[in-house]
């Protein structure tokens, strides 16, 4: 309980940062797609049966991403959600914060890459995961085996492997969407903060 409470103080504890990240230029980084949706993006595509309405698609966003894709800021350092799993009773100890019967229990990993030249401050960092099929509002919950909270600081050149768990309603389905909010000196915090949708499974 002590370490699900420690989670949620670091989660919202950059909502009362000052605002004093930089420049304001509207964008925090580019996406940097998982290699198999890179290679069908470089195989050969056949004419739009439409090429008026094909120009007039506009392509996604940076900031929305899939899971197994990263998001590197303009400082070098990116984060990769890797997974989305769901929580089985054995991961869950005695006195771990445990999913209701009407709820689906899960786990978002994620890596962060500090490719900057200087140590990241892990705690100016927050978290958050919705569901996105109707919207569905999720809950902390806290299952210690397997579990990496985030906070510290990131040497460069270092990758860490951090864990976060939730409750999503059943009747909500089993999509989710997770968002990665940065705050510091080092990015433009009124910009888009990425996120990645992905299925529990």
């Known amino acids: 309980m002590i370490r699900l409470r420690t989670a949620l103080a670091a989660a919202t504890a950059v909502t009362l940062l000052p605002l004093t990240a930089a420049c304001g230029d509207g964008e925090q980084g580019t996406a940097e797609r998982a290699a198999t949706e890179r290679q069908a993006d470089d195989a050969p595509k056949e004419p739009a049966a439409d090429e008026e309405q094909a120009a007039d698609e506009e392509p996604a966003e940076d900031t929305e991403l899939a899971v197994g894709d990263g998001f590197r800021y303009k400082d070098g350092v990116k984060v990769t959600v890797t997974k989305v799993s769901k929580l089985k ?11 209701e019967a009407d709820q689906t229990g899960f786990r978002v990993t994620w890596d962060i890459t500090n490719g900057s030249k200087k140590p990241i401050d ?3 960092w927050g978290f958050d995961a919705q569901g996105a099929t109707t919207g569905g509002t999720t809950e902390s919950v806290f299952a210690e085996n397997g579990s990496r909270l985030m906070g510290g600081r990131l040497a460069p050149a270092k990758t860490g492997t951090f864990t976060s768990e939730y409750a999503l309603p059943k009747a909500d389905g089993l999509d989710i969407v997770f968002t990665m909010t940065r705050m510091d000196e080092s990015v433009d915090i009124l910009a888009e903060d990425p996120h990645w949708t992905g299925s529990i499974k």
């Not at 009773?89 to 999913?99: L, Q, R, S």
């Open 89 to 99: 009773a054995t991961d869950f100890g005695e006195y771990d914060v445990k999913p």
């Open 122 to 124: 892990l705690d100016a």
